[in-house]
């Protein structure tokens, strides 16, 4: 053997040169990057909001309770709609009608029940596409 040959096993030992080794051990190694990369791309967007993922559904029977969790609203007088959370962890979300007790319930009311999250009642008829609420109520509790 030449000052320059390495040989094919270590001194007293079978079994793969070095070498092949490194190549496995980089090969393995490449592919856990691979699999932790995609891992943290799945997992990720979930945990950078703070928050559990929260379902949407497209059929619920009115009247349906749940917490408010978004009020769409320029201003406490110009509430547009707003988005409930049910107990099932269903999100919905509906456009504000002429409502039938508005004294009784204002829309600005809705932003007390989504800081507080006390539950509310919520009744609703699908026009189109959307849920247009015609009453409000605090939920029974």
Known sequence: MTAREVPSTPPGRGGAAPR??????????????????????????????GCSPVSQTPSVDSPVEGIVIAVDSSGLSDVRGFTLRTDGGFAFTFALGALENATAFSPSHLTEHQVSSEPIRVWFRVEGSERVVYRLEDAPG
């Open 20 to 49: 092949q080794w490194l190549g496995l051990a980089g090969l393995f190694g490449a592919i856990a990057v691979v699999v932790i990369g995609g891992v943290v791309l799945l997992i990720a967007p979930r945990l950078a909001c």
